[in-house]
């Protein structure tokens, strides 16, 4: 077949010169001698192609043609393509302009020129070139931690565009993908965030869409801390916990769910919980529980609030009777630490009141 061919393009040719009176027709077909060459040109879609073609004399009998059909045969157009012209600057020129070059205009086109002595074939072969589009993506997906997610993008584009994805955020530069196709086996949620899917060509810059995936995972608790407060004070147990969906909060005591009343107040934002308690009293030490849920799981963890333990350094100004002794005895001196330095200055005053005392006898 590959090498038949050219035969049968000949013999095409001979047929259709010899129609339009091109080929004289006493000459014997056998001694046609055609020199051949071909061009390649190459356009982007939509810009214009002018494929070049100059004879040797003013009388040659000339025709374009499109693979094998007939565009123009000398001045005549017998394509009905408004956007094929002859571009002729010079009585030599023969030249084919097309317009808004598009995919299909692609292959060969030959100028056929018929002189005295050589007739001769010029073939052009037209390349149109098309930028990168990603033509379709997989629209942003939620997916469940441990599953298996495809993620597609295609583009149109000539040459065939290379598809490159990457995994933008977090980032992580270790992805890079070069096909229509990602696949994520068991997707853990370190492997959630944007993706992003690049084509690119040689012929323009290239085309790069984005798809957000979510990967859903049951709670877990990251935080919990026991925490001390005194009796009148106010206390708040904090309770985070990692989970997507974002986790719902429920607060127990021993097994009774904790509402908001009673001086107890649960406020629960995004991934934090808090129990505050607004005025610690002895019934509320001992154990909470704070439980998070979400659709795939529950998790909880305990958290106490206790009494802070005695002092290890008794304050003896605590201690009720000192304290009223210097409140009563010290001249000016106020009730706390300022109160320390007074005894032993009175002491030193009522000795130095001794010790004049006796010098004076
Ligand atoms: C024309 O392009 C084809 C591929 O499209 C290539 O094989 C051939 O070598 C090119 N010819 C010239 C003359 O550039
Ligand atoms: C060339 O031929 C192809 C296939 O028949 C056609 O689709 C295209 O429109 C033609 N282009 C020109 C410029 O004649
Ligand atoms: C994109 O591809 C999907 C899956 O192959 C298909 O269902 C959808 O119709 C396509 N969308 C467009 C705009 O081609
Ligand atoms: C996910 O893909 C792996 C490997 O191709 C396969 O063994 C497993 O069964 C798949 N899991 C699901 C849930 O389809
Ligand atoms: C805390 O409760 C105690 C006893 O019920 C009460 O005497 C005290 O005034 C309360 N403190 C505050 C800040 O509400
Ligand atoms: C509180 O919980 C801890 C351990 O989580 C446990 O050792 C302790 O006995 C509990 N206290 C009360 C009052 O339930
Ligand atoms: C907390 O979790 C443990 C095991 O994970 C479970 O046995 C317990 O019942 C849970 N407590 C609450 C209050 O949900």
């Not at 061919?5 to 259709?16: C, E, I, S």
């Not at 045969?73 to 808004?100: F, M």
């Not at 270790?174 to 060509?201: F, H, M, P």
């Not at 026991?226 to 021993?254: M, V």
Request: net charge neutral; proline share 7%; glycine share 6%.
């Amino acid at each position: 077949m590959v090498g038949r061919a050219p035969q049968d393009w000949n013999q095409l040719y001979r047929v259709l010169l010899r129609l339009l009176c091109l080929l004289p027709t006493g000459l014997p077909v056998r001694s046609v001698d055609f020199s051949r060459s071909t061009d390649n040109i190459t356009v982007r879609q939509g810009d214009t192609a002018i494929l070049r073609c100059f004879v040797e004399d003013k009388s040659s009998k000339v025709a374009w043609l499109n693979r094998s059909v007939i565009i123009f045969a000398g001045q005549d157009k017998w394509s009905i393509d408004p956007r094929v012209a002859l571009e002729k600057r010079n009585p030599l020129e023969y030249s084919l302009r097309i317009q808004k070059v598009d995919v299909f205009d692609e292959g060969p086109y030959t100028c056929s020129v018929q002189t005295q002595q050589h007739p001769k074939t010029l073939q052009v072969h037209l390349i149109v070139q098309v930028p990168p589009k990603i033509s379709n993506i997989s629209s942003d997906i939620t997916v469940n931690e441990g599953s298996n997610l495809t993620l597609m993008c295609k583009a149109n584009g000539r040459p065939e565009p290379l598809i490159t994805w990457r995994h933008l955020t977090p980032s992580d530069g270790d992805l890079n993908w070069e096909e229509e196709y990602l696949e994520i086996v068991k997707i853990t949620r370190e492997q959630s965030g944007k993706y992003e899917c690049k084509a690119a060509n040689e012929v323009s810059s290239a085309d790069v869409k984005q798809v957000r995936v979510t990967v859903n995972y049951p709670p877990t608790i990251t935080g919990a801390k026991n925490h001390k407060a005194a009796t009148g004070k106010q206390a708040t147990l904090q309770c985070e916990a990692s989970a997507i969906p974002l986790p719902d909060f429920e607060w127990y005591r021993d097994d009774s769910r904790i509402n908001n009343a009673q001086g107890m107040e649960i406020k629960s934002t995004g991934s934090q919980s808090t129990l505050m308690v607004a005025n610690v009293t002895d019934d509320h030490y001992g154990n909470y529980t704070c439980v998070a849920t979400n659709k795939l799981g529950i998790a909880n963890a305990s958290i106490s609030l206790f009494k802070p333990v005695l002092p290890t350094i008794p304050n003896p100004l605590s201690e009720s009777g000192p304290t009223d002794y210097f409140k009563l005895k010290g001249p000016g001196t106020a009730p706390g630490n300022t109160g320390s330095p007074c005894p032993t200055s009175s002491l030193l005053l009522l000795a130095a009141s001794l010790l004049w005392l006796l010098c004076k006898c």
